[in-house]
């Protein structure tokens, strides 16, 4: 199998997805691709004070500052991408906005009328130092890996889809973990970047540590049938994963949990009310995201819950 490279630059990134962008790198399934990719705003140059604007990649920017596409063949509607995530490195330096809207959260925290809350951070190998003296462990991310929707047009990076993800945020997408992508348009497309160095269930402020981030991941195709839910879900080192968004916190949280335990079923022979009840005691409910238009709900089985 190949090694590629991709280098964030002009014409390897991008700020929306659309299944009308040529990729700027076409792998073969089974190939492993180290890209490196920008912080989400796309910043060119490191803060050297909390808030600091910089120049940027796109002036204006419609979303998240991608590196991307990257085409695979053999992908095209009807099969899955396995992104199996080998090695996530973040930069020296990340940063943190927070209350920067005005929304039902924040005026709900009276945070609204401003001025935002900014943090920046110096990171090493394992932790992160901010301007204020914090230190807290790194855990390693992309807040995006997705597919363009098979829609034509541009659409934006903001919100995660059912159907390709995207800006998914989910803190268990740390090495060695395997997310499963149903292919969306021929070749895939993948864009991935929006890296985290650390960041808690929910993104409660909006942004977590938000930093460029050096990704090593092998890229294979695999029919639909042959994985057990039919939506974005992953194996990861906490333990499978399924997924669910939705405006609508309900019908994100259903999403989730029917897609887990379609998995149980599949491990365990159950019909869905056992599995439902084998799912209580072991399956936890976690609130992935509230910051992107978008609920994002997850389902963890942990690893070993079940022997």
Request: net charge negative; charged share 20%.
């Amino acid at each position: 199998m190949t090694e590629h490279r991709l280098e964030p630059a002009p014409g390897t990134t991008v700020d929306y997805f659309s299944r009308e962008t040529p990729p700027v790198l076409t792998v073969d399934a089974g190939d492993t691709v180290v890209a490196g990719s920008l912080d989400a705003h796309g910043f060119l140059e490191r803060q050297r004070t909390a808030g600091e604007q910089r120049p940027r990649m796109f002036e204006p920017s419609r979303g998240h500052c991608l590196t991307g596409p990257i085409a695979v063949r053999g992908a095209e509607p009807g099969t899955v991408l396995a992104i199996r995530i080998e090695d996530l490195r973040p930069g020296e330096w990340g940063w943190t906005l927070a209350a920067a809207k005005d929304n039902w959260l924040t005026r709900r925290l009276g945070v609204a009328d401003g001025p935002p809350g900014q943090l920046l951070w110096e990171l090493d190998a394992d932790t992160g130092t901010s301007d204020r003296g914090q230190t807290v462990a790194l855990a390693p991310f992309l807040g995006v890996l997705g597919l363009p929707p098979a829609e034509p047009g541009e659409h934006s990076t903001i919100p995660p889809r059912s159907e390709g993800g995207g800006n998914i945020d989910c803190r268990e997408l740390v090495a060695g973990s395997t997310l499963y992508l149903p292919v969306t348009v021929p070749g895939a497309l993948l864009h991935l970047g929006d890296g985290h160095a650390a960041q808690g269930d929910g993104e409660v402020g909006g942004t977590a540590i938000e930093c460029p981030m050096t990704t090593r991941l092998t890229l294979d195709v695999v029919p639909a049938q042959q994985r057990p839910v039919p939506g974005v879900h992953a194996e990861t080192p906490a333990g499978r994963v399924t997924f669910g968004f939705h405006e609508d916190l309900n019908e994100a949280t259903a999403e989730a949990l029917g897609a887990m335990l379609t998995w149980l079923q599949a491990l365990h022979g159950l019909d869905r009310p056992t599995a439902l009840a084998l799912a209580s005691p072991v399956v936890d409910l976690r609130v992935t995201q509230i910051a992107n238009q978008t609920w994002g709900v997850h389902a963890v089985l942990p690893t070993g819950a079940l022997r």
